[in-house]
Every structure is written in C-alpha cells, then in structure tokens.
T-cell receptor, first 115, second 119 residues
C-alpha cells in the first residue's frame, strides 16, 4: 500500500520570502508520479507541479520547484518569492504508473502568506 | 490545462431524497474518473474509480448501493447519492484522467467540487 505523509499541518511565510513544504511517501513501486496540488479557499484543486520518478532532474514551474530524493522517498516543495495568492492548503500526492491510477493524498499543509 | 466541470456546485436536499452529481471532462476524453469526498479541514478520500463502459470500483467501506456511479461516455461520470442522510453531507470532488496523455503527461484534473447539505 502507498502512504503519503505531510508532517507540517500549518506553515506561514512572509511575502516575498521562500518556504519549503515537506512530503515523504512509502511505496514498493519503482515507477510512479508525484504531485503537489494547491487548494485555495474556493476548494478547487489546482495542480502545482508534477514529477516522474524515473527522472532525476527536479521539476520546476516558475516560482515552484521540488527536491525529489527517490532513495529517501522524499518530495518537498519550495515556493520562492511567496505571494499572497499562494495562501492555500497544499497536498502532496502519489500515483502509480501502472494499474490503479488513483491519487494517494497526504493530509495537507495549510500555508499562510503574511503581508 | 484540461478542464473538468461539476454540476451542481452546491445542493441542499431533504433526508431520504436522492441527489445526482455530474462530472464532465470538457476538452479531453477520460476513460477513468475518480470520486473523492472531503470533510472540512481534511484530505481527500477516494470513494470510487469510475471506468467508462464498466462497473465502478469502490474503496473499502464505501457502500456501492448508496453511492451509485455511472460512466456512460468518455466525458461524463455521475455520482448519485441515494436516500441521502445528514451524515452524507460533505464536499464531493471528481477528477478525470486524460486518456490520450499517458507517459510523462499523466495527470489528473479536478472538478470544482459539489457541496452537499442534507437536512
């Protein structure tokens, strides 16, 4: 079974500063995908960034980047130049590459950007 | 990115009635859609996997006779909460897997959710 752990229920960061959200996972799969989703107060789930396990290079999307450590089963999200609109719940998620393709979610981290 | 819609966005119903929620992929085909339930301040809990043209696969503890799922086309899946009770009040979210993506494009797209309140 797959499990995803987010050990930081809440975090805050000053506007324009950098923050890192932690995520670890457990799986026996070798090929899989990892995601960070953002859920603002509207509750719409928005894909922030994705990583393929077979890629060693860390994914980046503008101000968002990940530190993917496959051996350690760690997948942290770094948000640079934090903006007020980044305030949201952030969920780390895992998906197997084959078979059932549902997402396994962590419990989420509530991020507040302070002006 | 791909767009997934849900209808209705919110619904209030009386206890004992049935409620149907639609999930549509607007600009891509989705052979597989997923239904999640989310309680306040909690994570998403997978309820079932909806497969086009076949029966849905339900997660352990989810009553298939209470939460009826139909996936009749590549762009539409419906979730019907039958004989709803107050404990069924929740936020229901669907997601759709882009059928033609695959490989490095593998991604799920989420609908905006449906708030259900059963009185």
């Amino acid at each position: 079974a797959q499990t995803v752990t987010q050990s930081q229920p809440e975090m805050s960061v000053q506007e324009a500063e950098t923050v890192t959200l932690s995520c670890t996972y457990d799986t026996s799969e070798n090929n899989y995908y990892l995601f960070w989703y953002k859920q603002p107060p509207s509750r719409q789930m928005i894909l922030v960034i994705r990583q393929e396990a077979y890629k060693q290079q860390n994914a980046t999307e503008n101000r968002f980047s990940v530190n993917f450590q496959k051996a350690a089963k760690s997948f942290s999200l770094k948000i640079s130049d934090s903006q007020l609109g980044d305030t949201a719940m952030y969920f780390c998620a895992f998906m197997k590459q084959t078979g059932a393709n549902n997402l396994f979610f962590g419990t989420g981290t509530r991020l507040t950007v302070i002006p | 990115g791909a767009v997934v819609s849900q209808h209705p966005s919110w619904v209030i119903c009386k206890s004992g009635t049935s409620v149907k929620i639609e999930c549509r992929s607007l600009d891509f085909q989705a052979t597989t859609m997923f239904w999640y339930r989310q309680f306040p301040k909690q994570s998403l809990m997978l309820m079932a996997t909806s497969n086009e043209g076949s029966k849905a696969t339900y997660e352990q503890g989810v009553e298939k006779d209470k939460f009826l799922i139909n996936h009749a086309s590549l762009t539409l899946s419906t979730l019907t909460v039958t004989s709803a009770h107050p404990e069924d009040s929740s936020f229901y979210i669907c997601s759709a897997r882009d059928f033609l993506a695959g490989g490095y494009q593998e991604t799920q797209y989420f609908g905006p959710g449906t708030r259900l309140l059963v009185l």
